[in-house]
């Protein structure tokens, strides 16, 4: 069974400061792994995906995240964060073999400031 | 950029009652999903549906829940009898293909509340 563990509920940083959003997954087939993030009262926006190309992904708004496969993680960063980064974001696994439901992990909000 | 939009935005219910969430996926996408998130907890995955059937369902997807694309652009998620249980966050999304490593675009919500 596919599942998502991000490790950190809320994250605090400095504008400015660089941002690291730790999420690992359990799969057992190869996963499709993918970020959304969720502004207060707004659905979920695709930061980026991985889908076994390149194991280091570009996203939107300069986030980025690494497949490494031996630590079964897809931690996501930012160098600097802006104000307008604040916001709830999701880690999400993929099973291949699935008609493409999403399994969710529990979220981690970010909060930035000034 | 084409969007998934959902209507209501906030939905308040008797429990007991009968509730229809409706959604309009983007136009060119064929595969259709609800998932629901309970305050403080994951987005759970409820249902996926494509050529006019569910596809697969999780069990929160019980017999009080039922989908259907009454017309070309509308997809809706009715619960017949509600529960204290179903206030929630429910989130219709949409993907042109099926397979896992496909992204699915996400409406903004619909906040239910049964009082």
């Known amino acids: 069974a596919q599942s998502v563990t991000q490790l950190d509920s809320h994250v605090s940083v400095s504008e400015g400061t660089p941002v690291l959003l730790r999420c690992n997954y359990s799969?057992?087939?190869?996963?499709?792994l993918f970020w959304y993030v969720q502004h207060p009262n707004k659905g979920l926006q695709l930061l980026l995906k991985y889908t076994s190309a390149a194991t280091l992904v570009k996203g939107i708004n300069g986030f980025e995240a690494e497949f490494k496969k031996s630590e079964t993680s897809f931690h996501l960063t930012k160098p600097s964060a802006h104000m307008s980064d604040a916001a709830e974001y999701f880690c999400v696994v993929s099973d291949r073999g699935s008609q493409g439901n999403l399994i969710f992990g529990k979220g981690t909000k970010l909060s930035v400031k000034p | 950029e084409p969007e998934v939009t959902q209507t209501p935005s906030h939905q308040v219910t008797q429990m007991g009652q009968e509730v229809i969430l409706r959604c309009v996926p983007i136009?060119?996408?064929?595969?259709f999903y609800w998932y629901r998130q309970i305050l403080g907890q994951k987005v759970e995955f409820l249902v996926s549906?494509?050529?006019?059937?569910?596809?697969?369902k999780s069990e929160i997807f019980d017999d009080q829940f039922s989908v259907e694309r009454p017309d070309g652009s509308n997809f809706t998620l009715k619960i017949r009898s509600t529960k204290l249980e179903d206030s929630a966050m429910y989130f219709c999304?949409?993907?042109?293909?099926?397979?896992?490593?496909?992204?699915?675009?996400f409406g903004d919500g619909t906040r239910l509340s049964i009082l």
């Open positions: 999304a949409s993907s042109d293909t099926g397979t896992g490593g496909t992204p699915q675009h």
């Open positions: 549906f494509y050529n006019n059937e569910i596809s697969e």
């Open positions: 799969s057992s087939y190869s996963p499709s």
């Open positions: 136009s060119n996408h064929l595969y």
